[in-house]
Every structure is written in C-alpha cells, then in structure tokens.
C-alpha cells in the first residue's frame, strides 16, 4: 500500500495496487495544472484509490476531447488526482493520481515512467526520458 496526500494534509490517499501506467505529461494544461513543465502521474484503477478529505473538483476538456474533473486540496491547493467523466458527471474509466503526493518518495525512484505525451511541447533543455515511448499528442483515456 502508498500512502500520501496534500501539501496541508486534510486530503490524504491510500492506494493499493498496481498501476496500469505511468507518464510524463507535457502538455499546457499540467503545465497550468502543477505550475511546473510537466507532471509525473500514475494510471491506476479506481477501486484501488480511498481518498479521506473532500477534495475539490475542477471540470476542463483536455487537449484529447476528454471531459475530465481534476482534484485538488481546497485548502492548499495541491492536485491529487484526475478522472475522466461522462456527460452527467459520473466517472469512466482511470484515475490519473499525481505521483508527487505520496509520502515516501522511494516508491517514485523504483517506477519509472513508460511513456511521455505531449512531446512536442517539451522544453527544448529536457532530454527525453531513455526507454520510455514518446508521443507528440495525448493519448486517450480508457
């Protein structure tokens, strides 16, 4: 089990499982989304996520024509997690947990990202990630 959560602490997760994928994403909304260049996000199965706290929801339309609600900390602000949602709301699908949340940051050195997306906005200094796909787009939500 990983355990982490928001800068404050009143949204903490728990998460059991292995994830379906990881990924750096380098496109403007998670540029926007975690004020850095780009995010480090886990794809993980729903039914293995217990998020305690109320974290905030944020609706957008990526880039892919996803619907997604990303999660944040009302409180400190810090992004959580992310799902993709249908048109009455309701969640489909993945969670996209954001990898930098947990607590013990050896779990991020042992997993490695597989794939980077939205390559062709990666900033020109930033070399690519060795052995992982590169995508110039999105790639779509399950």
């Known amino acids: 089990m990983a355990v982490g959560g928001c800068f404050c602490g009143n949204v903490r997760i728990e998460y059991t499982g292995q994830p379906i994928a990881s990924a750096l994403c380098h496109c403007e909304d998670c540029r926007k989304l ?24 944020v609706a ?12 944040f900390c009302p409180d400190c602000g810090t992004p959580i997690y992310g799902h993709k949602v249908d048109s009455a709301d309701k969640p ?19 997993r490695k990202p597989v794939a980077e997306i939205y390559t062709k906005n990666r900033v020109s200094w930033l070399s690519p990630i060795e052995g992982a796909d590169q995508y110039p787009e999105g790639l779509a939500l399950p």
């Open 34 to 57: 975690t004020g850095t260049l780009y995010s480090y996000s886990l794809v993980i199965n729903a039914e293995d996520l217990k998020v305690t706290g109320s974290p905030k929801a």
């Open 60 to 71: 957008k339309v990526s880039d892919a024509g996803n619907h997604l609600n990303n999660f």
């Open 92 to 110: 489909l699908g993945v969670v996209v947990l954001r990898a930098g949340i947990f607590d013990n940051p050896e779990l991020l050195s042992q």
